[in-house]
């Protein structure tokens, strides 16, 4: 018997336009299971209803691929990646792609490092760290073609955050919610600068919801000036 209302998720994917196989509808079934599980222990989400996993958690992770095309193959990074969301359900629904999920808090790191093993998957793994850190290490510094981020911070910080890590030529892909227009104005300079470009910010409704996310879709057109990204401090202040 599943854990999670399977045939929900699979429509309300489909209505994404992704097509998900019995193998990974059982893999996100699992990973649910083992979320839910690991959070009696550890607080790694408020949202643990199966019915809400599969609307607020996975659907809403997968309007990120209805909002942008990701190519087989792709080297890809979750930025504040919390327990998993939304890299976790993008790489079950695209096991072609090479997974990174950056995670501050060391938990969250070891719990998403378990759910890889237990589900699985390949060309993925959790890294411990900070994206204002990482931004200037070589080996992840414009090495990715797509980075998403899930509520992570305001444009401003998480455009500063992200595009250092984006290879020209790559995209940002930030889930937002809607009336986000005065944000994307006040953030559009700091774009410019380190070298990226609005491209469009389609509102995408998650299937079974009254919710509209706004995902920002951000090209990186050129390299990012090095000295970005900043210290965390001036970032925010």
């Given at each position: 018997m599943s854990f999670l209302p399977l045939e929900r998720l699979c429509s309300g994917a489909s209505e994404l336009g992704i097509e998900l196989t019995n193998h990974q509808l059982d893999q996100l079934d699992r990973f649910a299971e083992f979320l839910v599980e690991i959070n009696l222990k550890f607080n790694l989400t408020r949202i643990t209803d199966p019915e809400d996993i599969v609307t607020s958690h996975y659907l809403d992770s997968l309007t990120c691929l209805a909002a942008l095309n990701v190519e087989p193959g792709e080297r890809v990074m979750d930025v504040g990646a919390g327990a998993g969301f939304p890299g976790i359900p993008i790489k079950i629904a695209r096991p072609d792609i090479n997974l990174t999920l950056l995670e501050a808090t060391r938990k969250k790191v070891d719990f998403m490092n378990d759910a890889i093993g237990l589900l699985g998957?390949?060309?993925?793994?959790?890294?411990?760290?900070?994206?204002?850190?990482?931004?200037?290490?070589?080996?992840?510094?414009?090495?990715?073609?797509?980075?998403?981020?899930?509520?992570?911070?305001?444009?401003?910080v998480l455009v500063e955050l992200c595009l250092p890590l984006v290879r020209v030529g790559g995209y940002v892909v930030a889930q937002k919610s809607s009336g986000i227009e005065e944000e994307l104005a006040a953030a559009q300079p700091m774009i410019g600068?380190?070298?990226?470009?609005?491209?469009?910010?389609?509102?995408?409704?998650?299937?079974?919801?009254?919710?509209a996310r706004t995902l920002v879709v951000i090209s990186k057109t050129k390299p990012t000036p090095e000295r970005f990204p900043r210290a965390y401090s001036k970032i925010v202040g």
């Open positions: 998957l390949k060309d993925a793994n959790a890294m411990h760290g900070r994206a204002e850190k990482i931004g200037h290490d070589p080996a992840c510094r414009e090495r990715f073609g797509i980075v998403y981020a899930r509520a992570l911070s305001g444009m401003k600068q380190l070298g990226g470009r609005i491209e469009r910010t389609p509102a995408i409704h998650i299937p079974g919801t009254d919710i």
